[in-house]
């Protein structure tokens, strides 16, 4: 089992910046790659970046591309999203997973939520205008 931390939500106004951070401990030398979704009121939860474990592969939704980056630090079992220029619409809970599937690394694997076994408790990011 992985067991996931999410931390570093907020409420911010817009144009602002938050890093979200998401810890990883128990059998984490099973994990592939891990990944960010985030679900607003209203919509379905969706996926933001996600990152193989040794930082080759990063994938990032156009929604947020040029403004959240994705990147992770191995000694500490650590993934981040930092989210610069936020909107209104970046207002969702976030949630980071992690997947212990190869198949995360076929085509339109990252992106899939059902690559992703285990989830954080989430965390709230509110961007006010």
């Known amino acids: 089992q992985v067991q996931l931390v999410e931390s570093g939500g907020g409420l911010v106004q817009a144009g602002a910046s938050l890093r979200l951070s998401c810890a990883a401990s128990g059998r984490t030398v099973n994990i592939q790659a891990m990944g960010w979704f985030r679900h607003a009121p209203g919509k379905e939860r969706e996926f933001v970046a996600a990152i193989n474990w040794s930082g080759v592969r990063i994938y990032t939704a156009d929604s947020v591309k040029g403004r959240f980056t994705i990147s992770r630090d191995h000694a500490k079992n650590t993934v981040y999203l930092q989210m610069n220029s936020l909107k209104p619409e970046d207002t969702a809970v976030y949630y980071c997973?992690?997947?212990?599937?190869?198949?995360?690394?076929?085509?339109?694997?990252?992106?899939?939520?059902?690559?992703?076994?285990?989830w954080g408790q989430g965390t709230q990011v509110t961007v006010s205008s």
């Open positions: 997973a992690a997947s212990p599937r190869r198949s995360w690394y076929n085509p339109g694997g990252a992106t899939g939520q059902d690559e992703y076994d285990y």
